[in-house]
């Protein structure tokens, strides 16, 4: 049995209301899953909820990765502090495999990489400098690395992305950058079929 | 009067259990069908059913430090980009389903079985009155039982020191009995499948470790031939258990202490499981009990023989009671299986699978793990169980780090 989750999505672009079909059985287990997150029975999900996930607590990049969860659960001008589980349904529903049939689909290509922008922009300003790869390399490899190497790695990294040489990455050049990943491989989770 | 009437009613009726299910066993019998339908009563009454909803989100999902691997490759801005990536993809991955500690929490029914969830006043008072019984009835009747197990395994251990010449049939019979003994009184209710699958021969037979007592819930089946158990020397109350119970049915030692024996014990376990005389060894490959949410990493050591394997997939009904061990010490998980309704476990025999030329022992020690898991109905975890310990998660994140530096190491010893 299947019915439809709708739910409204508001782009900067695109003001449409995108439809995700999901299997009723996984909506009940992500469901379970969203309580069993919740902690405290407050019928939401804070921050700390999902940093208390011991496999997410051992990612290096694990409070980026919940900072931009609850960035894009709202608009990405202001992020949430809490998430309901429509939010939470729907932040997941952009890792879907793409479903090329679909053109506005929530799991566009777009999409997935503007999770992993907004992951590595730490103050949110629409662009990631030189010093914000610096801090995200060094949780990455910790002390294995010194400083110095450290700082050529990230402005190579710099170099080889930043087309307008002003010293900082937007999400055009992000995407630029990107064109040579497999992004469906990379970024594409089935758990929603 | 009405009480010395009630107080007769429950001692004899305690009696006659407790002599009717030992004589039934004894003479390798039992009480058929008798503990299912009282089950399905319970369940009438309380409107319950399993709850499959509860179970984890099926999908393929690697350990973090296999997600990085492959991403060594290209200049240091792509390489660095890859494993921001993978390290994304696993974050949401672990945000739907986490894999390190998902084999070790106690599921919502256990609970609900010390305390009522309910608010309606009826389902409460049903609740408590449950309790009352398993408290009162139930757990006295174990108790009763467990005390005759003991009694009975002393006995026989010291028969069979006494007489070294004893048939294999009979030492069969007093293992067999006394596990099934041993079965009654923790309250668990078994049923075995595909019993043309069971082991007839000398291998390595593997299952998934629910409790401590899984040994014991699987030897209970025991026909023509026995298991081989592997034992630990553990303190407590189970050391009686393991020091009688280790004279009933041939048993190889394994000292946990002894990290250097362990390469010669495995070894050993090998040579003796590929002689055509002895029983299949019992093992269970994932080194720790789990709540059979998942099925943990096996640990590859015994997967490098030509031996046959036997799988046997472990999966329990909880809302009767868990037997999940999760306790720190043997005795208070004990006393909290006894005054469950029930420990309900089936046991099924999966098909023999042996080990393809040149394949090597980590991969085969997966396909076993995936046989079980993909039978359960459960993830195959990409994860070792020591990982439940807060200690090794940390060791582990500093090794994930180590993994990923060493993906700029190359680059950077060019570049000076």
């Known amino acids: 049995m299947q019915f439809l989750f709708d739910c409204d999505c508001t782009q900067e672009m695109n003001k449409s209301t995108n439809i995700i079909a999901v299997n009723r059985n996984q909506i009940v287990r992500l469901y379970s899953r969203f309580l069993s997150l919740d902690k405290k029975g407050q019928g939401f999900l804070e921050r700390e909820d999902l940093m208390n996930v011991p496999e997410l607590a051992v990612n290096p990049l694990g409070d980026r990765i919940v900072d931009a969860f609850f960035t894009l659960a709202g608009d990405e001008l202001e992020s949430e502090k809490r998430l309901n589980f429509r939010q939470f349904v729907r932040v997941l529903a952009f890792f879907q495999p793409i479903d090329r049939s679909k053109k506005n689909s929530l799991n566009g290509r777009t999409d997935k990489l503007k999770f992993a922008f907004i992951m590595y922009d730490l103050n949110k300003n629409g662009y990631i400098t030189r010093e914000e790869f610096k801090v995200i390399l060094n949780s990455m490899v910790g002390a294995n690395i010194t400083t110095d190497q450290l700082d050529k790695i990230a402005d190579r990294t710099i170099e080889e992305a930043d087309v307008d040489h002003d010293g900082r990455i937007s999400f055009d050049e992000f995407c630029k950058a990107m064109e040579k990943t497999d992004i469906e491989e990379k970024m594409s989770i089935r758990f929603l079929n | 009067m009405i009480l010395s009437l009630l107080y007769s009613i429950y001692y004899y009726s305690l009696l006659f259990i407790f002599s009717t299910t030992v004589l039934l066993i004894i003479c390798r019998s039992g009480w058929g069908p008798i503990p299912r339908l009282l089950l399905s009563l319970l369940d009438k009454i309380n409107g319950r059913k399993d709850v499959e909803e509860e179970a984890p989100i099926l999908f393929d999902k690697k350990n973090l430090i296999s997600e990085i691997s492959e991403d060594g490759e290209g200049k240091d801005g792509e390489k660095m980009m890859a494993i921001g990536l993978s390290l994304m993809k696993n974050g949401i991955a672990s945000i739907v389903r986490d894999d390190m500690m998902l084999g070790f929490r106690h599921p919502p029914s256990a609970l609900a079985l010390l305390k009522s969830k309910s608010n309606v006043l009826s389902k409460q008072i049903l609740h408590y009155l449950g309790l009352l019984f398993r408290v009162t009835f139930l757990f006295p009747l174990r108790v009763l039982l467990m005390t005759f197990t003991l009694f009975f395994l002393t006995g026989t251990a010291v028969i069979v020191l006494i007489h070294p010449g004893l048939s294999r049939k009979t030492m069969l019979y007093f293992g067999v009995t006394f596990a099934r003994l041993f079965n009654v009184s923790t309250g668990l209710i078994l049923d075995f499948y595909n019993k043309e699958h069971r082991p007839k021969s000398s291998g390595l037979a593997m299952a998934n470790h629910l409790t401590a007592n899984d040994i014991m819930t699987i030897y209970s089946d025991c026909e023509e031939i026995g298991y081989t158990a ?33 390469a010669s014990f495995q070894k050993q376990v090998l040579d003796y499981a590929s002689q055509p005389s002895t029983y299949p060894v019992l093992i269970f490959p994932e080194g720790f009990c789990s709540n059979n949410q998942t099925v943990l990493q096996f640990r590859k050591g015994l997967f490098g023989g030509d031996v046959p394997i036997y799988p046997l997939a472990l999966k329990q009904l909880t809302r009767f009671g868990d037997s999940f061990w999760l306790e720190d010490t043997y005795l208070p998980y004990l006393l909290r299986c006894m005054i469950s309704w029930a420990l309900v476990i089936e046991i099924t025999y999966l098909p023999e699978m042996r080990r393809e030329e040149n394949e090597a022992s980590e991969v085969f020690a997966k396909r076993v793990q995936n046989a079980i898991s993909s039978f359960l109905e459960r993830p195959s975890s990409p994860y070792d169980g020591a990982l439940k310990r807060p200690a090794d998660r940390l060791l582990y994140a500093e090794k994930l780090k180590r993994a990923i530096s060493r993906h700029f190491e190359s680059q950077i010893d060019s570049s000076e």
């Not at chain 2, 258990?241 to 362990?262: I, S």
């Open chain 2, 230 to 262: 592997t034992g630990q020397s553990h303190g407590g109350f189970i050391y009686p258990l393991e020091a009688f119970g280790g004279k009933l049915t041939p048993t190889l030692w394994l000292d946990r202490a002894c990290n250097k024996d362990r």
